[in-house]
């Protein structure tokens, strides 16, 4: 494994590992880490959350999975999310043993689920917009055991992303191919796989946090101060049933990317997660 120098620059480096994805990294000397999980559609390109956690004493350390972002190039049919757990224990192994894993959307889902089934290798989990309610109907079902790789005949909305990049009026610069801001129609196994992942779910067995907008809304109006993707009331109440490890906090006015939303928003998130972090320092591991 060869560290180069990312396309984020100094001090950013990046490696291929696993079966096809990229770990990027932002060291500051420490002994504990931060694993960074992105969602669908996304890639690691938020350097003010690696400066943040590096501020609070944490080397860094994000994943770009196969089919997405630096790893695009390796898209595959996926049927089952516990196809990305080999590349997150290939992360996990090149990291110190106390490593709190961050999770977005459907990252956050990942990062729970290998958790759960892996008790004892990560101290923490933040989960930030959890993608935790995604039914699947019994016909979907059926047509996804024949035709895993058939698009889902309803498009993803591409005004999240779009709102967010600078060409179209938003904060962030990002690769657009990487991170779509047009139309893309999911696969109908991706969508199984997330449904069967979030039913798998039972509970995490290190201290979690749940971060979730106050809001949901569809209306393009809604787009930088409401969850646009995600139900959040469904969302705070299916984390709520994981169990007492988990603590649920609602961030007023902020975005399905809750850390990409605007800089009150944002500063309003790192500082629950940095309360948080310091009411659960018990756990963790030399």
């Known amino acids: 494994?060869?560290?180069?120098?990312?396309?984020?620059?100094?001090?950013?480096?990046?490696?291929?590992?696993?079966?096809?994805?990229?770990?990027?990294?932002?060291?500051?000397?420490?002994?504990?880490?931060?694993?960074?999980?992105?969602?669908?559609?996304?890639?690691?390109?938020?350097?003010?959350?690696?400066?943040?956690?590096?501020?609070?004493?944490?080397?860094?350390?994000?994943?770009?999975?196969?089919?997405?972002?630096?790893?695009?190039?390796?898209?595959?049919?996926?049927?089952?999310?516990?196809?990305?757990?080999?590349?997150?224990?290939?992360?996990?192994?090149?990291?110190?043993?106390?490593?709190?894993?961050?999770?977005?959307?459907?990252?956050?889902?990942?990062?729970?689920?290998?958790?759960?089934?892996?008790?004892?290798?990560?101290?923490?989990?933040?989960?930030?917009?959890?993608?935790?309610?995604?039914?699947?109907?019994?016909?979907?079902?059926?047509?996804?055991?024949?035709?895993?790789?058939?698009?889902?005949?309803?498009?993803?909305?591409?005004?999240?992303?779009?709102?967010?990049?600078?060409?179209?009026?938003g904060d962030w610069q990002f690769v657009e191919v990487w991170r779509r801001t047009r139309w893309r129609l999911p696969k109908i196994g991706w969508v199984v796989a997330v449904n069967d992942a979030q039913r798998a779910l039972t509970g995490p067995t290190v201290p979690t946090l749940v971060l979730h907008s106050d809001r949901s809304s569809r209306r393009r109006r809604d787009l930088h101060a409401a969850d646009a993707v995600l139900d959040v009331t469904a969302m705070r109440a299916r984390a709520r049933r994981l169990g007492p490890q988990v603590a649920t906090i609602a961030i007023r006015g902020a975005r399905h990317d809750i850390l990409l939303s605007s800089p009150s928003v944002r500063g309003a998130a790192y500082d629950e997660i940095t309360a948080w972090l310091a009411a659960t320092a018990g756990h963790t591991r030399r």
Not at 103 to 119: C, D, K, N, R, V
Not at 140 to 155: H, T
């Open 1 to 169: 494994m060869r560290w180069r120098t990312d396309l984020l620059g100094a001090p950013f480096e990046s490696a291929r590992i696993g079966a096809g994805s990229t770990l990027v990294r932002r060291l500051g000397g420490s002994e504990r880490a931060v694993l960074y999980l992105h969602g669908y559609n996304d890639y690691f390109f938020q350097t003010g959350l690696a400066e943040f956690f590096v501020a609070g004493g944490y080397d860094f350390y994000a994943l770009d999975l196969p089919g997405h972002g630096r790893s695009a190039a390796e898209e595959r049919p996926i049927t089952s999310l516990r196809a990305y757990f080999p590349e997150l224990q290939a992360a996990l192994d090149l990291l110190p043993a106390d490593v709190l894993l961050v999770g977005q959307s459907t990252g956050a889902l990942i990062g729970a689920w290998w958790a759960q089934e892996h008790p004892g290798r990560i101290t923490r989990l933040i989960m930030i917009s959890p993608n935790l309610v995604l039914p699947a109907a019994p016909w979907l079902r059926r047509l996804a055991e024949r035709r895993p790789g058939l698009p889902l005949p309803i498009p993803l909305r591409p005004y999240n992303s779009r709102s967010l990049h600078r060409r179209y009026g």
